[in-house]
C-alpha cells in the first residue's frame, strides 16, 4: 500500500565537547558530504549550515526511517570520512543531538533559520541557541546534563 508524506525534520549536533573544528575549510566539504549521505538514504536535504562548533541540518525524510537511524548515519559516515579524509582523527561528534519536527507550513523560515547561521552567532552562543530550540518546542531537559 503506498503512502504519502511529508516528514521534515530540524536536527542540530555539535562535535564532542563542543570543540571549534568545523573550520570553513572543513564546512565546504563536510556540507555537500552530507548532502550525499542524506540523498544515499533517500531524502532530501533542504538546509545545511552551522558554526565552529555545530551542524544544523533540515531533511524531508522518508516515512520508514527513524530519526535516531538517520542521525546515526549522518554523524558516523561524516566522522569516519573527517578522520579518513581530512584527516583529523581525534574528530568526533557530541553523542547527544537535538531534533524537532517541522511542520510544512514553517519549512521556509526554518530554512531561512539555517542560512543564517553565521549571523546568528555573532549574537548568540550555541548554548544558549541549543537551550531556547529545547524550550521553544517544549523539551523537556535537565540544564546541567545537556551539555556534559
Not at 30 to 52: K, W, Y
Not at 127 to 137: C, G, M, V
Request: hydrophobic share 35%; with cysteine; proline share 3%.
Amino acid at each position: 500500500m503506498p503512502s504519502w508524506t511529508q516528514n521534515y525534520y530540524h536536527a542540530v549536533f555539535s562535535t564532542k565537547h563542543r570543540e571549534p573544528l568545523i573550520t570553513p575549510e572543513l564546512e565546504t566539504r563536510l556540507f555537500p558530504f552530507i548532502g550525499g549521505i542524506v540523498r544515499d538514504l533517500r531524502c532530501s536535504l533542504l538546509a545545511v549550515n552551522g558554526s565552529l562548533e555545530h551542524v544544523h541540518v533540515l531533511i524531508r525524510y522518508r516515512p520508514d526511517l527513524s530519526h535516531s537511524d538517520l542521525l546515526m548515519n549522518i554523524k558516523s559516515r561524516s566522522s569516519k570520512w573527517i578522520h579518513n579524509e581530512i584527516g583529523i582523527g581525534d574528530f568526533a561528534w557530541q553523542e547527544n543531538y537535538g531534533g524537532f519536527t517541522v511542520s510544512k507550513s514553517v519549512v521556509s523560515s526554518v530554512q531561512a533559520y539555517i542560512e543564517r547561521q553565521k549571523e546568528h552567532h555573532r549574537r548568540q552562543s550555541f548554548k544558549d541557541e541549543f537551550l531556547e530550540l529545547l524550550r521553544r518546542h517544549e523539551i523537556e531537559f535537565d540544564h546541567h546534563a545537556v551539555f556534559q
